[in-house]
């Protein structure tokens, strides 16, 4: 009963507006769980020895042999079906303005059945086994627990949802860590590196292809290529020593 509470109570916080549809959505629901509700009473009211076909007659009742401990939990479900009753009558005659005689059977048949279990419950307790009522196993939640709880997860879901699109926009924004190293790109060269290996790109961007040697090393190279050109083509020997070995000539 708490997992279609809490199902139909989301439901309800999520749709914008009631229309046809959604009156005979929740109508069929309600239809759906009241069926199965009154099955699962009628096994308690079984037990309590309640007879649960034909004319009712409490001469005919069986003993009830149940212990406190069990008719303690009878008593947790009686409860819980009567707030879960009277959810459906709010939201289908008061919010949905539904128009079901066969809904409005089902539910008094339901209570009534309920209603009964409860004074059969009473009376074993108090003049069969002389006890009072066992304290509850596990606190159930009514409705209105259960729509707090509701709210107050649909409203951090909300705001965790738009924390993440802040957080989203964010990375959008600043520049992906390799960009921010530098231009070069090349793991862990760039920036100040690739600032001086540019100053030599301009005297002789041919050296820079050849490989393994370029940039600074060409600047310096370039000093000395204005004095014998020649020289620097016959191999092993050019750039910085030309420069050197045309001072003198």
Avoid: Y
């Amino acid at each position: 009963m708490e997992m279609l509470q809490t199902k139909w109570i989301e439901w309800r916080m999520m749709i914008k507006h009631v229309d046809e549809g959604v009156r005979k959505k929740e109508t069929d629901e309600f239809h759906s769980a009241l069926k199965e509700l009154k099955m699962l009473v009628t096994k308690f009211t079984e037990r309590s020895g309640i007879k649960t076909t034909g004319r009712r007659d409490a001469k005919n009742d069986a003993k009830d042999n149940r212990s406190a401990l069990e008719i303690g939990l009878c008593e947790e479900v009686c409860e819980a079906c009567l707030d879960f009753t009277r959810g459906i009558i709010e939201r289908a005659f008061d919010d949905l303005k539904v128009d079901d005689n066969r809904l409005k059977s089902s539910l008094k048949g339901l209570n009534d059945f309920v209603d009964e279990l409860h004074e059969k419950n009473v009376a074993t307790l108090k003049h069969t086994l002389c006890v009072d009522k066992p304290l509850p196993t596990n606190k159930w939640k009514n409705r209105e627990i259960i729509r707090k709880e509701v709210e107050d997860r649909l409203k951090q879901e909300k705001e965790e949802f738009v924390n993440d699109v802040s957080m989203e926009d964010t990375e959008e924004i600043a520049p992906p860590a390799h960009q921010a190293r530098g231009p070069g790109g090349h793991g862990g060269r760039g920036g100040l590196m690739d600032a001086i290996a540019g100053r030599g790109r301009g005297k002789k961007p041919g050296r820079s292809a050849q490989g393994g040697r370029g940039g600074l090393m060409d600047a310096i190279a370039g000093r000395g290529r204005g004095g014998k050109p020649g020289r620097s083509a016959q191999g092993g020997r050019g750039g910085l020593m030309d420069a050197i070995a045309g001072r003198g000539r």
